[in-house]
């Protein structure tokens, strides 16, 4: 089965510079992958998707990257604010079976002011 | 709309018990998932539902047990906890595959002492 690794596992910098957070995924026929972010005690919530027919896409702080020969897609959080402070997960799935989404396990973004 | 509502959000069960997991959603979404969240760890799917009457297994099915009478209900059942099903659990539903987002409930945390 798909198996994500996500890196890194914790993740502090100061408020107004970028974050990067960087997974892999091992299943080629993998096509559909987000980004949640879950807040302390709270639900995960989708804040990006990309689909394997682009390689980037951006919602205005918010930029995901995708390469799928390298099989490997990342996150990119520009002027971060201390709301950006969270969990944040990258996932993998096939879409058209079933849309099972395979997690990786997660970076805590900590943004100092 | 309520989304997706689970119950009991937490619960304290002894080694041995049962319990239900309740989940209904009301967005007449097809898809539904239940995952499981040990601490600082990533989601790992454990049964999923592409619509009423159908089910399947997902990453980690073992002591678990699902239905899927109706639409709108996906209860999970839990034969003879053990400790290492303490968890959160979260269910999750998704209108169709190619929209690709799944709308999570608050959680359930459960506790098996």
């Known amino acids: 089965g798909e198996n994500v690794e996500q890196h890194p596992s914790t993740l502090s910098v100061q408020e107004g510079d970028s974050a990067v957070i960087k997974c892999t995924y091992s299943?080629?026929?993998?096509?559909?992958f987000p980004w949640y972010k879950q807040e302390l005690g709270k639900r995960p919530q989708l804040i990006i998707d990309i689909r394997s027919n682009v390689g980037e896409k951006k919602d205005q702080r918010i930029a995901v990257t995708l390469n799928k020969t390298a099989k490997h897609f990342s996150l990119h959080i520009t002027e971060t604010q201390p709301e950006d402070s969270a969990v944040y997960f990258c996932?993998?799935?096939?879409?058209?079976?079933?849309?099972?989404?395979?997690f990786g396990g997660g970076t805590r973004v900590l943004v100092k002011p | 709309n309520a989304g997706v509502t689970q119950t009991p959000k937490f619960r304290i069960l002894k080694i041995g018990q049962s319990m239900t997991l309740q989940c209904a959603q009301d967005?007449?979404?097809?898809?539904m998932y239940w995952y499981r969240q040990d601490p600082g760890m990533g989601l790992k799917l454990i049964y999923y539902s592409v619509g009423a009457g159908i089910t399947d297994k997902g990453e980690v099915p073992n002591g678990y047990n699902v239905s899927r009478s109706t639409t709108e209900d996906f209860p999970l059942r839990l034969e003879l906890a053990a400790p290492s099903q303490t968890s959160v659990y979260f269910c999750?539903?998704?209108?169709?595959?190619?929209?690709?987002?799944?709308?999570f409930g608050e959680g359930s945390r459960l506790t098996v002492l």
């Open positions: 999750a539903s998704s209108s169709d595959p190619t929209t690709g987002e799944l709308f």
């Open positions: 967005m007449n979404h097809n898809y």
């Open positions: 299943d080629s026929a993998s096509n559909y």
């Open positions: 996932a993998a799935s096939i879409q058209a079976a079933g849309n099972k989404l395979t």
